[in-house]
């Protein structure tokens, strides 16, 4: 399959019917996409302008995971799985089988190599994220704007690693960029991130929890931090007494 996948004025909401995303312009050219030999090779993916309108509710879950349907819990160890058939009742004057059996297998299942994913460039252009954590202490509200996201040679081939730049403005006038790389398998982030003009009383409860006993001082503040890939971004925050007045 080859050719170009264009989609305009798509929109998600919930059930209540809360916008979750909105996405007025996405297209996808397929360079190269042959299911039955598990090769999906796309050349360019370009998305503008999309809205995402993610929140933290106040259970904790995020409101996307609303949308996904809960699996069935799986039984546990030598339960037999009714959703399966496994279970079956016993003819008149017969036993039933032992549910804690193992299962049987066939002999002559053949491993599958998992299918690959490839994407040459993608490119987000002026989207927008609101986040709302409704699980807080207190409220908290942000909204990234003029976000820019750029990656090159995606791919879920093993141990493949992806060129990634994200650039963005919040509501408040703060700026961050990172450039790194990314793999997909497994899961790994590297890069840079740099931040300015960053508010940093706006996070004071969640460094609160983090630093019990400190709050953040300054008013603004800019830094930068290398995180390679098996290890967490760590930053570093001024901590005064929490009677420190904050305008």
């Known amino acids: 399959v080859k050719g170009v996948m264009e989609l305009a004025g798509f929109r998600m909401q919930s059930a209540n019917g809360d916008s979750l995303l909105s996405v007025p312009v996405l297209t996808l050219n397929v360079a190269d996409v042959q299911p039955l030999a598990g090769r999906w090779h ?9 809205e995402i309108d993610a929140a933290r509710l106040a259970d904790g879950a995020l409101n996307f995971q609303k949308i996904i349907p809960q699996r069935a819990k799986s039984p546990k160890a030598g339960e037999p799985d009714a959703t399966r058939g496994d279970v079956k009742p016993a003819a ?31 490119k987000i252009v002026g989207a927008t994220l609101r986040f709302d954590d409704r699980a807080a202490k207190a409220p908290f509200h942000t909204e ?3 976000l820019v996201v750029e990656a090159n040679n995606l791919s879920s081939a093993p141990a493949a690693v992806a060129d990634i730049a994200v650039d963005f403005t919040t509501a408040a006038g703060e700026m ?25 009383h706006r996070y004071a409860q969640y460094s609160a929890a983090a630093v019990p006993g400190g709050e953040l001082r300054d008013r603004r503040a800019a830094g930068n931090s290398h995180h390679p890939t098996d290890a967490a971004p760590k930053y570093v925050h001024s901590l005064v007494p929490a009677e420190t007045p904050v305008l």
């Open 42 to 50: 796309f050349d360019r993916l370009e998305i503008a302008r999309p």
């Open 92 to 122: 008149p004057g017969t036993t039933a089988p032992d549910a804690a059996a193992p299962a049987r297998t066939s002999t002559n299942e053949g491993a599958t190599s998992a299918p690959v994913f490839t994407l040459d460039h993608a």
């Open 144 to 146: 990234l704007k003029d």
């Open 176 to 200: 961050a960029s990172h450039r790194g790389t990314l793999s997909i398998a497994p899961l790994a982030l590297s890069g840079r991130l740099a931040v300015g003009d960053l508010v940093v």
